[in-house]
């Protein structure tokens, strides 16, 4: 059974920082590229970064780059994002999302979700 469990959401002030952490079970996190999504009331889900199974290639959402870092450690099967510089509307659930591209597409696999708000 595949599981995801994201933590490290909370409160917090404009301009500080947050680290979330994504820890895999189930499956080995080294062949599933690994990614962070944000969902915010009444707007869709959203990517915010991506990582590739080695962890060499990295891609951001505009709104994003220069302030969030998204890393991994494959010993461990977990994934983070580094979140410095926050701002009100970074405020959404963060979800952690494991691919692995298959033939017939993608098998998708996602975690419960954890709240960031950012507010003074």
């Known amino acids: 059974q595949v599981q995801l469990v994201e933590s490290g959401g909370g409160l917090v002030q404009p301009g500080g920082s947050l680290r979330l952490s994504c820890a895999a079970s189930g499956i080995i996190s080294s062949i599933y590229s690994m990614g962070w999504y944000r969902q915010a009331p009444g707007k869709q889900r959203e990517l915010v970064a991506r990582?590739?199974?080695?962890?060499?290639?990295?891609n951001y959402a505009d709104s994003v780059k220069g302030r969030f870092t998204i890393s991994r450690d494959n010993a461990k099967n977990s994934v983070y994002l580094q979140m410095n510089s926050l701002k009100p509307e970074d405020t959404a659930v963060y979800y952690c999302?494991?691919?692995?591209?298959?033939?017939?597409?993608?098998?998708?696999?996602w975690g419960q979700g954890t709240q960031v708000t950012v507010s003074s």
């Open positions: 999302n494991a691919r692995r591209l298959t033939l017939n597409g993608a098998d998708d696999y």
């Open positions: 990582i590739t199974r080695s962890g060499g290639v990295t």
